[in-house]
């Protein structure tokens, strides 16, 4: 597992429970935690000695707009290795940031093997973004393990309600200015509606 600095602190090679093997990459996050582009010609020696030292056969990354994501992608694809995105997220096509994020996509995925995306939609979303070809993209749902998960309608709080659950991080990314816009909407149509909302984030006070 590949990864930028942790804490501003973290780096180097960690062993974890397993056999996974963590590489936290010498570089700082700048940007909501995350690397910004200015790092990529830092980092894609480090990337590639690493591919070149593990004998790396199959590079999976996620997230289209991971710096750290696509530095390791470069790399593969220089050095031959196949290369397999997956995607979690929505983004827009007409925004300033989002234009210039989807130009990015379309550069350093042109070349990919495979993707994966969540949801239908999600995977809509994503190649007409990022021009990956249908064919080569499929949908895997996020998964819950019903043996281990599983409703216990005697405990449904209030009673006589549809209760509609949202837990994520209360940030743009995770569409909670839709969750914002659609509350007043589904309450209007079904009054017996009960929302539940777990997490935090940005959005925090607006959804407040």
Known sequence: MISNQYNYCREGIRY?????????????PVING???????L?????IREILLRE??????????????????????????VKTVITE????????LEAIHLNKMCKWYLKDVDAAICVSH????????RAKIDPKICFTIPNAVDTNKFHPNP?????????????????????????????????????PNAHFIIGG???????LK
């Open 16 to 28: 974890m429970a397993n056999g996974l093997k963590m590489y936290h990459l010498p570089i700082l």
């Open 34 to 40: 995350a690397v910004g582009f200015c790092t990529y």
């Open 42 to 46: 830092n980092g894609l020696p480090i």
């Open 55 to 80: 004998k790396i056969e199959l590079v999976h990354g996620h997230f289209s707009t991971s710096v750290t994501m696509t530095m390791v992608m470069l790399s593969a694809k220089i050095l031959g």
């Open 88 to 95: 979690h997220t929505l983004f827009p096509y007409s925004s």
């Open 121 to 128: 939609a999600c995977k809509d979303n994503f190649t007409l």
């Open 154 to 190: 005697s405990l449904r709080f209030p009673l006589n309600k549809i209760i509609i659950v949202f837990i994520a991080r209360l940030t743009a990314r995770k569409g909670v200015d839709f969750l914002i816009d659609i509350i007043p909407e589904v309450l209007a149509k079904c």
């Open 200 to 206: 935090d984030g940005d959005k925090t006070p607006l």
